[in-house]
């Protein structure tokens, strides 16, 4: 199954109404460009990015050193707990459960690749570099590879 991942802002226009607050640009992120509201396997992959917020990059990193430490062999396994995710880490693939809920119909305990995974992490690390701007995107092809 081949998933593209597309990393972009928008603009967000809740609260212009009702307080008169400007619009503000939000990030978004789409899975091989399905209109808002389908749903796509690689949700919930996608709803764990966000306990990678650009304001914390060290979230990253510690993530991505545990990465290559499980690639190199020196540790089996590594849970990190994000603000809406458990995830749980392994050579092989990646699983989450939701750190509130934990399993429920909305929020399937789900898995992917660490190859699947690492991409979509380090894409989601390279937007939010990115200006903060309309025109600011970035699309990641993810390995297609089964968990």
Known sequence: MSVRFRYFYRWS???????????????A???????????HPFYILSG????F?????EHFEGVLQ??????????????WEGQGFWHRISPTQVTF???????????PIWS???AQ???????????????????SELIVELPDTAP
């Not at 992120?29 to 749903?39: A, H, S």
């Not at 459960?97 to 929020?107: L, M, N, Q, S, T």
């Open 66 to 79: 545990q990465i290559d430490r499980l690639e190199r062999g020196e540790v089996q396994a590594v849970e």
């Open 97 to 107: 459960e939701h750190a509130i809920f934990g399993e429920c119909p909305e929020w």
């Open 29 to 39: 992120r789409n899975i091989n460009d399905l209109p808002v509201g389908e749903t």
């Open 48 to 51: 764990a990015l966000s306990d």
């Open 13 to 27: 226009h809740e609260g212009l109404d009702k307080y008169g607050n400007p619009p503000s640009l939000l990030t």
């Open 112 to 114: 992917c690749t660490l």
């Open 117 to 135: 995974y690492k991409a979509a992490l380090q894409g989601w690390k390279q937007f939010l570099q990115l200006p903060k701007s309309i025109d």
């Open 53 to 57: 917020p650009a304001h914390h990059p």
